[in-house]
């Protein structure tokens, strides 16, 4: 292993979000943002070489960006009903059962912040795995409720019934602080590692709502060697992952 000293934040938070897509087999991964594509594209080159990577608008890619297919966006859409693709998406807000908000902020008839829509949450959500990546980890975004329900939640879909709750999957949230999931009883958020250099007492400190804390908290993994290469020498060589991430 590398000696932690020398792996930056943004560095575990890559490891982290590759994470997500381990054991997935051959399913299409659709990362949204910086870190979570370079996590993907990591995790494409060591333990899940079965992932499809996709350029987000017609292509099918390799880990290097050169073109291994054709996707049409009626295709893409089969798969996302058909629960073939595991999406990490961004969030404006997300509560402790897990729905996301990335509509708006305030009252939905007179929003105080316009942002980007509902756009495909919900159909996400309920038909395919759908992890979350929050580069600015505060109370801001880890609320108590959020405002408008987009990406939906545990509480959500199981009052909403067996139709909902069918393919419905939250595996993890990776913020910059740490990785979260939801594997307690009442399906709420836990804390499941801590990136190393953060406490416990900051994480809560950034979280609007009370956190499911193990008794004994690991650290994130450390990037292998290899890794660190792939990371360093071939996905991400302008090092931009720094840029969204800073210690």
């Known amino acids: 292993m590398t000696p932690t000293g020398t792996v930056s934040r943004a560095e575990y938070c890559v490891v982290a979000c590759a994470e997500a897509w381990r054991g997935d087999g051959e399913i299409l991964a659709s990362p949204m943002g910086l870190i979570p594509s370079v996590g993907a594209r990591l995790a494409?080159?060591?333990?899940?070489?079965?992932?499809?990577?996709t350029d987000g608008e017609a292509m099918l890619?390799?880990?290097?960006?050169?073109?291994?297919?054709?996707l049409p966006y009626?295709?893409?859409?089969a798969m996302v009903t058909g629960g073939r693709r595991h999406v990490m998406m961004g969030a404006s807000q997300i509560d402790r059962f897990g729905n996301q908000n990335i509509s708006c902020i305030g009252d939905w008839r007179q929003p105080?912040?316009?942002?980007?829509?509902?756009?495909?949450?919900?159909?996400?959500?309920?038909?395919?795995?759908?992890s979350y990546w929050v580069p600015k980890h505060s109370a801001r975004v880890f609320v108590p409720k959020v405002d408008l329900v987009c990406g939906v939640?545990?509480?959500?879909a199981a009052a909403a019934g067996p139709?909902?709750?069918?393919f419905h999957r939250i595996p993890r949230?990776?913020?910059?602080?740490?990785?979260?999931?939801?594997?307690?009883?009442?399906?709420?958020m836990r804390l499941a590692s801590l990136h190393p250099g953060v406490t416990l007492d900051r994480v809560r400190e950034a979280t609007g709502f009370a956190l499911t804390v193990p008794g004994d908290v690991p650290y994130t993994r450390?990037?292998?060697?290899?890794?660190l290469r792939l990371i360093r020498e071939v996905i991400d060589p302008e090092g931009l992952r720094d840029r969204e991430v800073r210690a």
């Open 222 to 227: 450390e990037p292998t060697e290899d890794e």
């Open 44 to 53: 494409r080159r060591t333990f899940s070489p079965g992932l499809l990577l």
């Open 112 to 130: 105080t912040r316009q942002l980007l829509g509902v756009r495909g949450a919900p159909v996400n959500t309920l038909n395919n795995p759908v």
């Open 163 to 166: 139709s909902a709750t069918r």
């Open 153 to 156: 939640g545990h509480d959500n």
């Open 61 to 70: 890619v390799g880990p290097d960006g050169t073109v291994e297919g054709w």
């Open 173 to 188: 949230v990776v913020s910059d602080l740490g990785v979260f999931d939801f594997a307690t009883p009442d399906r709420s």
């Open 74 to 77: 009626r295709q893409h859409l």
